[in-house]
């Protein structure tokens, strides 16, 4: 049986994205700024050609499982679901996986996850979201996984913000010209879909944030705030933990857990999301369970403190804040080894640009750069509030 659908590409693509349906190169390498359009359009170029061609055995892929998730395997349901055609799908959710009613197979995987990763053989063609996040030895090993016969032509497709000129996936592909690659910068300015308020978020960065979001240019973290992080698998397992909470709306509500043990601090991005009501982030914080667990929200909503400690979270309290306290409690965290959860993928791009500003004349200054830093907020209101002890000092006066 053959089935006609219609979709009119013109109307649903963003133009300059258009003419890449065609692109028949083995690296297709989307960067630049933030939401131009790259990820919406890899799913548009996969989904047609798991609906045009036969044979296929694509992988979708990111470092982290679970981030994988709530991103690109959402957003295939999301788009199969808006084109109408669940009918010819079946997608199962605990593998990840999508399945054509022809035998296309859409896989979701991540680096993280080395057995899934080898049991899916055959591959004929890979989108690598958030490539920066991989190492280059993970890149290479996905390369060398697509090789051999295959029907239609097989096609790597990375999207990436350029976090940093010595990004592998910069100097890979950004240097010379490298072979069989089509390259393409786009930013916010290129995705006629871009919401007004986004838009206004970005135009307003500074720094490495506003040449790496805004101008979709390569970045150089300079006067980088934190340099004592890394990133690690697991969050330890304790029942001490603590939860930090910078409110937004146009900019995301970000909820970090916390947890200091001697001098190694955790941070976990558990919320982040932009748009959300109140009511909204409590429904996520009830999916959280922690209920029971100390928070510290930022103490200019007591509205919304007040609003959140009625719906059960009795343990919600306003953080500490005063003159002198971001200064105070940067310094504190920089005294600290800081470890960030694998998973926490919006407070590693957080810290990859998270700076202080430099004057005219070049001199750095104490003030950090406000862009781009609601989990930053987020963790160190929990660690300042909690973990600092500010007896003693007088440059801090609570309000
Ligand atoms: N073809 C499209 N149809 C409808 N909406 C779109 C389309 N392309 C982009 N958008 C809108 O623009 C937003 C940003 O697009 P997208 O997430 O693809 O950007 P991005 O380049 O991947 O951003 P980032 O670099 O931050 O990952 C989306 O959340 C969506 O609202
Ligand atoms: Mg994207």
Redesign the pocket.
């Known amino acids: 049986m053959k089935t006609t659908i219609n979709i009119n590409l013109k109307n ?3 133009d300059i994205f258009y003419p890449l349906y065609k692109n028949t190169s083995r690296y297709l390498v989307l960067y ?10 890899s799913v ?1 170029k996969n989904l047609i050609r798991i609906l045009k061609e036969e044979g296929h055995r694509i992988l979708i892929v990111r470092k982290v499982a679970r981030t994988l998730r709530r991103s690109c395997f959402q957003l295939f349901l999301d788009y199969i679901s808006r084109w109408n055609i669940e009918s010819l799908f079946v997608a199962n959710k605990s593998d990840m996986t999508i399945k054509y009613c022809n035998g296309n197979m859409v896989y979701f995987a991540g680096i993280d996850d080395p057995e899934k990763m080898k049991s899916i053989e055959g591959i004929t063609s890979v989108w690598v979201e ?1 490539a920066s996040e991989l190492s280059l030895n993970d890149f290479n090993e996905i390369d060398r996984r697509v090789r051999g016969e295959t029907k239609h032509y097989k096609q790597i497709i990375l ?1 990436f ?1 350029p976090i940093s000129a010595l990004n592998w996936a910069c100097t890979r592909f950004l240097e010379g010209t490298p072979k069989n690659t089509t390259v393409l910068k ?1 930013t916010y300015l290129d ?1 006629r ?3 007004s308020e ?1 838009k206004e978020i970005l135009e307003a960065y500074t720094g490495n944030a506003r040449m790496v ?1 805004t101008l979709g240019n390569p970045g150089k973290l300079e006067h980088a705030v934190f340099s004592n992080w890394d990133i690690v698998d697991e969050f330890p397992d304790t029942d001490k933990d603590i939860y930090g909470l910078d409110f937004g709306y146009i900019h995301p509500n970000a909820l970090v857990r916390v947890y200091l043990d001697e001098k190694d601090l955790y941070w976990d991005e558990v919320i982040y999301k932009r748009k959300q009501t109140i009511p909204d982030l409590i429904e996520d914080m009830e999916a959280e369970k922690i209920q029971k667990k100390l928070i510290y929200a930022d103490n200019e909503k007591p509205e919304a403190i007040e609003e959140i400690k009625q719906a059960g979270f009795y343990n919600i309290l306003p953080c500490k804040k005063g003159k002198g306290s971001v200064e105070e409690g940067i310094q504190f965290i920089q005294g600290l080894k800081l470890h960030i959860t694998k998973r926490s993928t919006n407070l590693i791009k957080e810290a990859q640009s998270y700076q202080r500003k430099v004057d005219k004349d070049g001199n750095v200054l104490e003030a950090v750069e406000k862009s781009n830093d609601d989990g930053m907020d987020a963790g160190r209101y929990g660690v300042f509030t909690h973990y600092y002890n500010p007896e003693g000092s007088p440059s801090v006066r609570w309000i």
Not at 32 to 41: R, T
């Open positions: 649903i693509t963003n630049g700024g933030a939401g131009s359009g790259k990820s919406y359009f548009e958030e999207s913000n786009t995705n879909f871009i919401d986004y979001y």
